[in-house]
């Protein structure tokens, strides 16, 4: 090891980064030591292994708004001295999870080279022996089941790294021995797709390595053109897998993005249950509702029921691209709804494809050569909800300006600050004109490249619209599968989780008469069983950063039951507001009221789950280690008594749901006992009078 070595020190965390060492750097907590090796990169037809010889400290530590503290390390390439390599770690002094990667530059012109045909980077090297107990996370597996992406852990054994398999991840975790290690990069795809892959060796070190599409063939890297790595985390805690998981859910709850309001548990409505209602059980058009009139009408209900977003879905423009508002639909323009909203203290939200732009939109006209095109074929315009026919735009080219200078425009005319992004698939473009890719690379290339960029330039575009748009969020709809699904996304902003579940096709039965091809599109506890199963992210990953919409609709016990599921921190709501009784607006309302009490309690605490999904019962209990404030949420498919016992203590006050009775133990925890007369939820709020 050379003389230099600079520190960055936390309270739960050390690093070391060392000059002439045989690994990069090294992370430190309590029992726990993790040698990170080096970045490897092919330059010139030839790997470079990226240790440094010499390392300084580049500027002083920058203070980013969620707390954390960016340093900025730079040193030479030992291998290459025409090389310098910038470390960049984002730390926050009380968190154990780090966010780092790497910007390699030349001092003269050397080109990123495919030596063996394909990718050739490893971005890290990192040894898992000393934990015997090793799981893959993947956050991006579709599961046609519930017609969703949910998270699943994975076991990794002796056999996968003596066979050398890869692992999608975008997590790996290791736990035993001394404690746990969690090591993960940012970006997203739907398993097993994916553009990085952790590559296990038979002595249990494991690799993170490029896949395709993380540069394009002779790629410049320059003083003026870096390369720049995704970001990676790594973590270790002293305790199990169980304190690795609620030490990552407070991560990416707090320190992961500086979107605090991407974070913030504001309830959410949308239009478009009513659109598909009124399309399929009245036969009438899906942009039939979308008038003055009707919004108006919807923002009374929702203002009584809650709802802090009010989000106008598709239809509220006249053509896609230029993103004005429709003169047909409402001839006063959104100025009468804005000003509704503004009165009952709503943010208005509204939908986007970011990706289309109407055949005789100006937009187009000035980005012609934006347009996506598949084989040297152009793509062909098609229908959008009704709306003139449109063209697939690349984002990964200069059409990505347009759409923001678009979207700040909007910002500043009607005030939206909520942003949902609807069908943004992952590929689809391999033109040689954009910027993923050119005439020199193939088509196979470029599109790879198109498809890992697409996400960062989604990302790019969010920042700059949040940046521009104060108390802005972009959200992303992955409700189908082939989407940018993984942590990078979840560093800006937040996703659009679960739409109506499965279709009749996906389960092979027949389409009903009314053509509504949605399964679960009624009250009941049927929909909710599927919206609930993407609760399964919350282990790792706050639910609140999962949005899903839950019906209001009577009778009353389906309104119960959808509470009980939506306080759990999905925070959606949808339906046909003005179809709802005054009894049942004022119930829901009231119910509403009380969760707003301890919401931030519930976002905050780590989750507790008893009995499987559709269980009985199945049993959520979110209440703050701190406060004692939060909701248990009892779910039974029958009649009958449950009784529970928390795991937190608890708050002295609390609310409940009739059937329910509350009793404290001398620890301060609480003996819940349910009773049900048919199937339903039960409900208790601590910290609530």
Aim: charged fraction near 25%.
């Amino acid at each position: 090891m050379g003389d230099d070595v600079l520190v960055v020190a936390g309270r739960q965390f050390r690093i070391e980064v060392p000059s002439g060492a045989d690994f990069l750097w090294r992370y430190e907590t309590e029992g726990m030591s993790c040698a990170v090796a080096p970045p490897v990169f092919e330059l010139d037809g030839a790997p470079v292994t990226a240790g440094l010889d010499t390392i300084s400290r580049v500027g002083d530590p920058r203070q980013l708004t969620n707390g954390v503290v960016e340093h900025v390390f730079r040193g030479n390439v030992a291998e290459d001295p025409s090389l310098t390599l910038d470390l960049v770690f984002r730390v926050a002094d009380d968190d154990p999870v780090i966010r780092f990667r790497y910007v390699v530059r030349s001092e003269g012109v050397r080109r990123m080279t495919k030596f063996t045909g394909r990718d050739r980077i490893s971005y890290l090297g990192l040894s898992f022996a000393d934990v015997p107990s090793v799981a893959e996370l993947r956050l991006s597996e579709w599961n046609d089941l519930i017609h969703g992406y949910t998270l699943v852990e994975r076991a990794v054994g002796a056999k996968e790294f003596e066979h050398q398999m890869h692992m999608v991840g975008p997590v790996l975790v290791g736990d035993g021995g001394s404690g746990s290690v969690l090591v993960a990069y940012e970006h997203g795809a739907t398993a097993p797709d994916s553009f990085l892959t952790f590559a296990l060796c038979p002595d249990r070190r494991v690799e993170l390595r490029a896949v395709k599409g993380n540069y394009c063939r002779d790629q410049v890297v320059s003083e003026s053109h870096p390369y720049e790595t995704v970001w990676m985390e790594l973590a270790a805690v002293p305790g199990d897998r169980d304190a690795l998981a609620a030490a990552y859910h407070g991560f990416a709850l707090e320190h992961l993005s500086e979107n605090a309001e991407s974070r913030t548990p504001y309830i959410f409505y949308n239009t478009w249950n009513y659109q598909e209602r009124n399309r399929h059980w009245n036969g009438r058009p899906y942009l039939e509702s979308m008038n003055e009139e009707r919004m108006l009408q919807e923002i009374d209900v929702a203002h009584r029921l809650g709802v802090e977003v009010f989000v106008i879905d598709t239809g509220w423009y006249g053509k896609t691209g230029d993103w004005r508002v429709s003169r047909v639909r409402f001839p006063n323009g959104l100025r009468p709804i804005t000003e509704k909203l503004d009165r009952c203290g709503m943010k208005l939200g509204l939908w986007f494809n970011p990706t289309v732009a109407a055949a005789s939109s100006d937009i187009l006209k000035r980005h012609e050569e934006c347009i996506t095109s598949w084989r040297g074929k152009r793509s062909e315009p098609g229908p959008i909800w009704e709306t003139e026919e449109s063209h697939h735009m690349c984002l990964v080219s200069r059409y990505a300006d347009a759409f923001v200078a678009e979207s700040i425009r909007l910002h500043g005319e009607l005030g939206v600050t909520y942003f949902k992004w609807d069908a943004v698939d992952q590929h689809g473009c391999d033109d040689p004109h954009h910027d993923h890719g050119g005439p020199e690379q193939s088509e196979e290339e470029r599109e790879n490249c198109y498809a890992f960029r697409l996400g960062p330039a989604m990302m790019d575009i969010a920042r700059r619209i949040r940046e521009a748009c104060p108390g802005a969020i972009v959200d992303f709809d992955v409700t189908e599968a082939g989407r940018f699904v993984g942590l990078a996304w979840l560093s800006e902003s937040k996703y659009y989780l679960v739409n109506n579940g499965p279709y009749y096709a996906t389960y092979n039965l027949p389409i009903p008469p009314d053509q509504n091809w949605n399964m679960f599109f009624y009250p009941g506890p049927a929909r909710a069983w599927i919206c609930r199963a993407s609760l399964e992210y919350d282990r790792w990953i706050p639910s609140v950063l999962f949005m899903t919409h839950y019906l209001p609709d009577e009778p009353e016990s389906s309104q119960l039951i959808n509470f009980a599921s939506l306080i759990l921190g999905q925070n959606g709501v949808w339906g046909d507001l003005v179809g709802l009784s005054e009894e049942a607006v004022a119930r829901f309302g009231g119910l509403m009221a009380r969760y707003k009490q301890v919401r931030d309690d519930i976002t905050n605490s780590y989750p507790v789950r008893s009995g499987p999904l559709g269980g009985t019962p199945e049993v959520h209990e979110k209440i703050s280690e701190t406060t004692g404030r939060g909701a248990v949420c009892i779910f039974s498919g029958q009649a009958g008594r449950h009784i529970y016992v928390t795991q937190n203590t608890v708050a002295e006050t609390w609310w409940h749901t009739d059937g329910v009775s509350v009793e404290i133990d001398e620890s301060g925890r609480a003996r819940l006992e349910a009773d049900f007369t048919e199937s339903g939820a039960q409900v208790v709020l601590f910290g609530v009078r």
